[in-house]
C-alpha cells in the first residue's frame, strides 16, 4: 500500500511542513573520527592488510587512519584523496549519502577502498561494480532552450520577488513492507546562499544531509536522530549537489 501527498510551499510566505520538529542546523556534538585499524595504503598499493600502528595515526574528515610505517603515512598524508575510503565511508552499495560503515566489510576496486553496510551489500558490488558507481557527469555546453524555458518557469512563479524565500518540497506515503506499516516523510529545502537540505523521516526514525554550495566552496554534514553530526566530504558533498541539481525546486 503506498498512499503520496505532494506539497510545495514557499517559506516565509506560508506556513512551513507539519513535521515533527527536528532542527535543520546542527544540534548535536560532532562524532569522533573512527579509526581505521589496517594500512589503506598497503592494502591498496600491495594488496597487504596489515595492522597500522598508534603512533603511526593520521586523522583526515571523520576517520583516523593508521599505518604500518613512516612511509605509508607520508604516502597517504601526500596524496590522501587518492588513498582515503571511497564514499565519505559510506556504504558501497547504497552510495555516498548512506551514512558511515563499519570498516569490517571492506574491498578494494580501481585503487579505492569501499565499505559496506552488510554481506549483501559487498557481494552484490562485487558481482557488478559498474551498477553501483555513477559515472562523472560529462561537460555540456548551456542549452540556450532549457534556459529560456528555466526563465519563464521563474516568470510563472512570480519571478525573484515570490521566490526569494527558501522553497521546500514535502512528499508523504504510507509503504507497508512485511507487517510494518510506514509513515514516510520526505522533506526537501532550497535555501538562499546555495543551501540544500534532505530530510527522510520513516516513523521514529530520521536522516538527514544539510549542505550549502557557495562560490567560495562547499561545506555539509550528515547526522540522524540517533547519531551526532558528521561532516560531509567531497565525495558526498558531489552526490548531494548532483541529487540537487535533479529536484524540480532547482528550477
Not at 593508521?66 to 571511497?86: N, T, Y
Not at 554481506?119 to 558481482?127: H, N, P, S, T
Not at 548551456?142 to 525573484?160: F, Y
Request: some cysteine.
Amino acid at each position: 500500500m503506498r498512499l503520496a501527498v505532494l506539497a510545495l510551499v514557499l517559506l516565509g510566505a506560508c506556513a512551513a511542513p507539519q513535521l515533527e520538529p527536528l532542527p535543520l542546523g546542527p544540534a548535536a556534538p560532532p562524532a569522533g573520527p573512527d579509526r581505521i585499524e589496517f594500512d589503506v595504503v598497503a592494502l591498496i598499493e600491495r594488496g597487504e592488510e596489515t595492522p597500522g600502528r598508534a603512533e603511526l595515526e593520521v586523522v583526515r574528515g571523520n576517520f583516523a587512519y593508521r599505518f604500518v610505517d613512516a612511509g605509508s603515512r607520508d604516502r597517504f598524508v601526500a596524496e590522501p584523496e587518492r588513498f582515503e575510503l571511497a564514499f565519505g565511508g559510506g556504504c558501497v552499495r547504497m552510495g555516498p549519502l548512506s551514512g558511515a560503515c563499519s570498516a569490517a566489510r571492506h574491498c578494494v576496486h580501481a585503487g579505492r577502498v569501499y565499505l559496506a553496510a552488510s554481506d549483501a551489500c559487498l557481494k552484490a558490488f562485487q558481482g557488478d561494480p559498474a551498477a553501483f558507481l555513477e559515472p562523472a557527469p560529462e561537460s555540456v555546453e548551456p542549452d540556450e532552450n532549457g534556459t529560456r524555458l528555466a526563465l519563464r518557469t521563474a516568470l510563472w512563479l512570480g519571478g525573484s520577488r515570490r521566490s526569494s524565500g527558501d522553497l521546500a518540497l514535502v512528499e508523504e506515503h504510507e509503504e507497508k513492507q512485511g507487517e510494518t506499516l510506514w509513515k514516510v516523510s520526505n522533506l526537501r529545502v532550497l535555501g538562499r546562499g546555495g543551501r540544500y537540505v534532505d530530510r527522510s523521516d520513516w516513523n521514529d526514525s530520521a536522516w538527514w544531509n544539510d549542505a550549502t554550495f557557495a562560490a567560495e566552496g562547499a561545506r555539509g554534514w550528515a547526522r540522524s536522530k540517533k547519531t551526532p553530526e558528521r561532516a560531509l566530504d567531497a565525495s558526498q558533498l558531489g552526490a548531494l549537489r548532483r541529487e540537487m541539481l535533479r529536484e524540480p525546486l532547482a528550477l
